[in-house]
């Protein structure tokens, strides 16, 4: 994009529903406990409809970032957790899927401190978009339960749930064990040295936050550490 006001304008638009997911997902169990299941519903549609619009403007305008690609994981996982909370309120069930998610966190800051990079792999986006799916479905059926529109009963939408939660473990511990490999594959790796290790200078906070939002730097080191990102 030529025109640096308006590349500009679109980073801070893209920014802005990234961030937005990341701000709903905090006040989620305030609209929970105050609207109840209708409601938190539709939120967290809209919510999981912005990661698919955020991403998808980002890769067509080709604007791409560190920062972006950052808060996008970060408010990712935040909405993964308290949607697994809120279920697991109500359905015991879904704590099982978000000790799973904390699981697959883990393995990737091991990644991350062994110098690896932590970009999604194939079947980790598979993995997050049969989740979100799953979780939508959910809390679609638990809402229009609290509607009294009664398309299932207690025991059909426990059922429902249970399959839905049974999905999604099966998807996080095939990611898990791909996650797994990745991490042995770093950690075993002689080539890759700790960053905390290399006789490297630092880079100046302007120097971070110029690479954090310059699409150019993010596609020429998208595919390096992240931790390599600090150092010049």
């Known amino acids: ?30 609209i929970f406990y105050k609207y109840g299941n209708s409601v938190t519903s539709l939120i967290i549609l809209i919510l999981y409809l912005s990661d698919a619009i955020d991403g998808f403007l980002a890769r ?13 994981a970060i408010s990712d996982k935040l909405l993964n957790f308290v949607a697994f909370i809120l279920l697991g309120i109500m359905y015991n069930i879904m704590f099982c899927p978000l000790i799973l998610e904390i699981t697959v966190l883990l393995i990737n800051y091991l990644i991350y401190r062994h110098g690896g990079n932590v970009q999604t792999s194939k079947i980790g986006r598979l993995k997050t978009i049969i989740l979100d799916i799953f979780v939508i479905l959910s809390f679609v059926v638990i809402s229009l339960y609290a509607l ?13 749930i249970n399959i839905f939660s049974i999905m999604i473990i099966i998807v996080d511990f095939i990611a898990i064990i791909d996650y797994d490999k990745k991490y042995k594959s770093v950690k075993n790796n002689p080539k890759i040295k700790h960053i905390k290790y290399q006789n490297r200078k ?5 120097d971070i936050k110029h690479d954090l939002f310059d ?17 010049k």
Not at 148 to 158: H, L, M, P, V
């Open 60 to 72: 067509k305008l080709h604007l791409t970032t560190f920062f972006g690609c950052a808060m996008d």
């Open 148 to 160: 009294n529109i009664n398309i299932f009963t207690d025991n059909i939408i426990k059922l429902l």
């Open 202 to 206: 630092r880079k100046t906070i302007n």
């Open 1 to 30: 994009m030529k025109n640096k006001v308006i590349r500009n304008l679109w980073l801070i638009i893209i920014n802005s529903i990234t961030l937005s997911r990341l701000i709903g997902a905090l006040i989620l169990p305030f």
């Open 215 to 231: 699409t150019e730097y993010y596609l020429k080191h998208k595919n390096e550490s992240i931790l390599k990102q600090f150092y």
